[in-house]
């Protein structure tokens, strides 16, 4: 065990664990955060997706070492109740959740990407996307909320 220390959602956030330990569990099981969830555990699905210093991770194969003085920001952290992050509105807006479980994946992965290229092409889009899954068949809804995002960013 050793003592990990880490910004969550602009919070100081102080986790004993195993150094291999996911970052996931001590989100969830330590922390107590809603978001990121459990998917399948072996980084295909990205129900688990986080930023990790502004960078898309899967934090179910993410060690909770690797976080250690990093900042780490989950879907509730992107934006809050009174101002929510553009992609936030877009998906209320094109009413994109369906179950809502795949949500941190999609959105916390096409935040980091509208971050570095606020004009990414639809190609661009669906490449940063990639593997990611939805079992509710939303994508084209999510496509639509990211492109209103982007126009509300510009």
Known sequence: M??????VDGKAATVAADPQMPLLYALRDDLKLRNPHFGCGLAQCGACTVHLNGAPVRSCVTPVSAAHGQK??????????????????????????????CVSGW??????????????????IRDALAGLKCRCATHVSIMRAIKRAQQMMA
Do not use: F
């Open 2 to 7: 050793a003592t990990y220390h880490l910004t």
């Open 72 to 101: 780490v920001t989950t879907l509730e952290g992107l934006g809050t109740p009174g101002n929510p992050h553009p992609l936030q509105k877009a998906y209320e807006m094109e009413q994109v959740p369906q179950c809502g479980y």
């Open 107 to 124: 959105m916390m992965t096409a935040a980091a990407l509208l971050d570095r290229n606020p004009r990414a092409s639809d190609g661009d």
